[in-house]
C-alpha cells in the first residue's frame, strides 16, 4: 500500500502514520508545520515529507498514484471559526481542492459529527467540502476512484511517544493540563442545558481508535456513502470528563463555571458507526492516556 496523508504532523495524522508505518505500508506526509511537535518522530518514519503548502507540494507529486489518500489537514477550533470565518472558508476549501493534481484510489475526508448541526463556521466549512466530494464523485472531475467521508467526533487520548500538538481546544486534554497544574483551571461553559447535570454533552473516541478505523479503511476500501461516523456512541457532560480526569489521576483541580459560547450545541453523540470501526477505550483511558503522556 502507498498512502498519503495530508496534515500527518497534527494530532490524528501523526498517530495515523504510526498505525500505518506499522502495517508496512509506504506513507508520505504532507503538512505546512502549523503543528511540529511531532515532526521527528513522522519524519523517521515515512518516506517523504513535504512541509510546505498543499498546492505547492502536489505540484511535486504531480502524477504520483496513492492507493489512498487520508485528508485531515484543517483549521479545526470552532471558537476561533467564528471570529475568523474567512480565514476558514479560505483554508479548508482551498486545501481539499488543492489535492486534485494527485490520483488516488481511496479517498478518505476528515469531517466532524457538527456537521449534522453546522451551527459554526468551522462544521460549514467541513460539510461545503463533503458537498464537493459527493458532487465529484463517478464524474470524470473525479481525481478520486471512490470516497470515504468521516465524521469524527471528540478526538482524545494520547499514545506513548506522541505529544500533544497546537494550542488545547479539547476538554481532555484542558483537564490533563490542570491535573498536570499547567493551568490554574478549568472553566465549564454552560451549566443550563438541558442535560443531567446542566453541562453540554459530547461524544468522545480514542486517537488511536481513530487511526486504526482509518488503517480499516484503507484495508476495506472506499464506502462511498454520504458520511461514516467515528464516535463511541456512549455521550459524556463536560462534569463527567472533569470528574474521571480527577479520579484516574488522584488529582484535583479548580473548576469554574462560565457562560455558554457561541457556537457551541447542547448535545452531540455519534448517531450510527462506521461499519469496520476499532473501539478499544473508554473516557478513563483516554483521560489517563492525555495525562500521562502530556
Known sequence: M?????GGLGYIGSHTVNRMVQ????????????NNENYDFVKERVDDLWT???QQATQEIYGRYYDAVVHLAALISVEQSTREPNTYWRNNLTALMDLCRIKTGHLIFASTGTAFNPTNPYAQTKVACENYIKDLA??????FAGHTIFRFYNVSGLCEGLKPTGQPTHLIRICAEAARGKRSEVKVFGTNYNTPDGTAIRDYIHVDDIAHSICNAVEKDAT?????CLGSGTGHSVL????S????????FRVTMASRRAGDDEKMVCPTQYRHISLNYNLDDMCLSAYQNL
Open 245 to 252: 480526569m480527577k479520579r484516574v489521576t488522584g488529582k484535583d
Open 52 to 54: 510546505s503548502e498543499v
Open 23 to 34: 502495517h508496512g505500508w509506504s506513507v508520505d506526509v504532507i503538512d505546512d508545520m502549523y
Open 224 to 228: 462511498n456513502t454520504p458520511y461514516e
Open 2 to 6: 502507498r498512502i498519503l496523508i495530508t
Open 138 to 143: 463517478g464524474t470524470q472531475q473525479a481525481w
Open 240 to 243: 463527567e470528563v472533569v470528574q
